[in-house]
């Protein structure tokens, strides 16, 4: 199970976030342990004009994941 993060736009025209959730709540309880969603307000599916929300949940997920990588940011 490898972990996984979702980064989804709250006004998202291919997928709203309850539809993210359905889908999560569909996985494995080993997999659910290691999944973040990360739902952007305001965003659509290509988080136009949001992308420095998606680089930061992108990071902090990381570095979640991987602490030694708090020093190269």
């Known amino acids: 199970d490898k972990p996984r993060l979702f980064i989804l736009g709250k006004k998202d025209q291919y997928g709203s ?19 973040k969603a990360v739902i952007v307000p305001g965003a659509d599916h290509f988080l136009t004009g949001h992308l420095e929300k998606m680089d930061a949940a992108l990071a902090a997920w990381l570095i979640e994941r991987h602490p030694e990588l708090q020093e190269i940011k």
């Open 17 to 35: 976030p309850a539809q993210l959730e359905e889908l999560i709540a569909t996985f494995p309880k080993t997999t659910l342990r290691v999944t």
